[in-house]
């Protein structure tokens, strides 16, 4: 009995219980999120535009009045 439960237990000890790593794989991309990012990237790309107009309308006020 001692032998059985001595084999038993290496046998279990042995054994890895955690799952094998999966790989990595891409997600495909969700059609309605992808719109909406894209519409986010265009959004960010006016705003800089729109920043870098202010600061050049800025500074020729600023020329202007000194």
Same mark, same amino acid.
């Given at each position: 009995?001692? !032998?059985? *439960?001595? *084999?038993?237990?290496?046998? *279990?000890?042995?054994?890895? &219980?955690?799952p $094998?790593? =999966? $790989?990595? +794989?891409? !997600? $495909?991309?969700? $059609?309605?999120? #992808?719109?909406?990012? =894209? @519409?986010?990237?265009? /959004?960010?790309?006016? #705003?800089?535009? &729109? *920043?870098? @107009? /202010?600061?050049?309308? !800025?500074?020729?006020? #600023?020329? /202007? +009045? =000194?």
């Amino acid at each position: 009995m001692k !032998r059985t *439960l001595i *084999l038993l237990v290496m046998c *279990l000890s042995a054994c890895d &219980v955690s799952p $094998p790593p =999966q $790989p990595q +794989t891409e !997600r $495909p991309p969700n $059609p309605v999120f #992808e719109t909406q990012i =894209q @519409a986010m990237k265009k /959004a960010q790309a006016v #705003e800089g535009q &729109v *920043l870098d @107009a /202010a600061e050049a309308q !800025r500074k020729q006020v #600023e020329e /202007a +009045t =000194q």
